[in-house]
Antibody
């Protein structure tokens, strides 16, 4: 059974960089049969897909247009995990951040969620 | 970011059937058979209920079914039970190499 365990600070100051990590068990970040995604949820914006990484002979990364200039998703094969970094955050980035495995064009396993608040 | 449109709330009595609609465009729902549905209880992560329009993952009750017509997908819950009370979200792959989610529907069991 795939399990995703998230970790990261719950409070980030405006203009700083948000970082959340997702540790994978029961699968590999380098698998060629899945992709690894970040999704966030807030009362004002609902569920929003942020981006993904996947390995198919080389690493591929896709990012949502509305965060493309600020986001970076990276694998850590030595720890079998992947991470989200979102720079220049504002209070609008306050949300629950989820990591999720993408199987056949759907999100079949989710992390527990990390509430990140952007506030000074 | 363009969200798919869902009704804010749907309700039904135990044993009844309800249907939740999810409306998109030809660039997402209408263009791909990659529509999925998620159930979310308060304080929990979303749970996959339907994928590829009408397929159920192992372990999901056959009371949940999905379909699609044109730019609109739907989720039907038959034999409504108290445990079905939750928020439900649709999602679709889009031609911008991204995913969109629906606005969410709160299901109330009367």
């Amino acid at each position: 059974q795939v399990q995703l365990q998230q970790s990261g600070p719950g409070l980030v100051k405006p203009s700083q960089t948000l970082s959340v990590t997702c540790a994978i068990s029961g699968d590999s970040v380098s698998t060629i049969s899945a992709a690894w995604n970040w999704i966030r949820q807030s009362p004002s914006r609902g569920l929003e897909w942020l981006g993904r990484i996947y390995y198919r002979s080389r690493w591929h990364k896709d990012y949502a247009v509305f965060v493309k200039s600020r986001i970076s998703i990276n694998p850590d094969t030595s720890k079998n995990q992947f991470s989200l970094q979102l720079s220049s955050v504002t209070p609008e980035d306050t949300a629950i951040y989820y990591c999720a495995r993408e199987g056949t064009s759907c999100f079949d396993f989710w992390g527990q969620g990390t509430l990140v608040t952007v506030s000074s | 970011q363009s969200a798919l449109t869902q009704p804010a709330s749907v309700s039904g009595s135990p044993g009844q059937s309800i249907t939740i609609f999810c409306t998109g465009t030809s660039s997402d729902v209408g263009g791909y058979n990659f529509v999925s549905w998620y159930q979310q209880h308060p304080g929990k992560a979303p749970k996959l209920m339907i994928y590829d329009v009408s397929n159920r993952p192992s372990g999901v009750s056959n009371r949940f079914s999905g379909s699609k017509s044109g730019n609109t997908a739907s989720l039907t819950i038959s034999g409504l039970q108290a445990e079905d009370e939750a928020d439900y979200y649709c999602s679709s792959y889009a031609n911008t190499i991204s995913y969109f989610f629906g606005t969410g529907t709160k299901v109330t069991v009367l």
